[in-house]
């Protein structure tokens, strides 16, 4: 007599309820993170077909990247660090100074990176021309946390500069007494007023980085159908004459 093994197919209720709600939850991360990655591709483009153009028309086209060269001053005074800025493995801030055009319109200007030490009170000083000047630079919007903690910064208009941990644009308008554009210059590399860091990106995660965060949450959801139909077929053992 020998004993005959064979397999049958018997889902276990508690495992296809378990790993159903996991692919599902894995599939849904993983078109979520496709549609980011097809949202970044789409900035990413436009960023690479940017071209120069006067300032006055980005503003009135609303032309985000657009190359722009601006004639004015800058506020000697009055900036804006924004904390929390890797460069380099370093920490630090990015500097945000008004600067005000000859046609009377006023704009934040992303002069790049500076060092911040870990003593928040002890600020970097910001060298900053005092008289007439053109720049250039990129258009762009401002920079949006990912998530904004407690209530907006505090700014007194008579200490600066001042470090805030995300940029209000109207509090920012408010304290410098400017109507600022709802926009913000990103500083060429090559401008001498500005300071390290300006390797200025379309978006702070690639649109690659995302598929390859798609890929692995569909690759959870195969994971979870293949276990699924492993642990299914029981094996059944009978006699055999």
């Known amino acids: 007599m020998t004993v005959k093994v064979s397999r049958h197919f018997r889902p276990n209720f508690l495992s296809t309820i378990a790993l159903s709600v996991l692919a599902v939850l894995f599939t849904g991360l993983g078109m979520w993170q496709t549609k980011r990655a097809s949202e970044k591709f789409a900035t990413e483009q436009l960023h690479l077909v940017a071209k120069s153009v006067s300032f006055e028309s980005a503003l009135q086209q609303g032309l985000r990247f657009a190359r722009v060269d601006i004639d004015g001053h800058y506020d000697p005074l009055r900036h804006i660090l924004l904390d929390n800025q890797i460069w ?37 000083e910001v060298p900053t021309p005092r008289h007439a000047t053109s720049i250039r630079g990129m258009l762009n919007i401002l920079p949006v946390p990912g998530r904004a903690v407690g209530e907006p ?28 554009e709802n926009w913000v210059v990103q500083l060429a ?51 055999k004459p």
Do not use: E
Request: charged share 20%; net charge positive.
């Open 88 to 124: 380099k493995g370093r920490a630090g801030v990015h500097v945000f100074t008004p600067f005000y055009t000859n046609n009377g319109a006023a704009i934040l200007v992303n002069r790049g990176w500076l060092p911040l030490s870990s003593d928040r009170k002890n600020l970097p």
């Open 153 to 180: 910064d505090s700014l007194d208009k008579d200490q600066w500069p001042q470090l805030v941990t995300y940029l209000n644009r109207q509090d920012i308008a408010d304290s410098t007494q400017a109507k600022l």
């Open 189 to 239: 590399p090559t401008d001498t007023s500005g300071f390290a860091g300006r390797d200025w990106k379309a978006v702070f995660m690639s649109s690659d980085r995302h598929k390859a965060y798609a890929f692995q949450w569909f690759s959870l959801t195969t994971a979870c159908i293949v276990l699924w139909l492993v642990i299914s077929f029981r094996k059944i053992s009978g006699n």
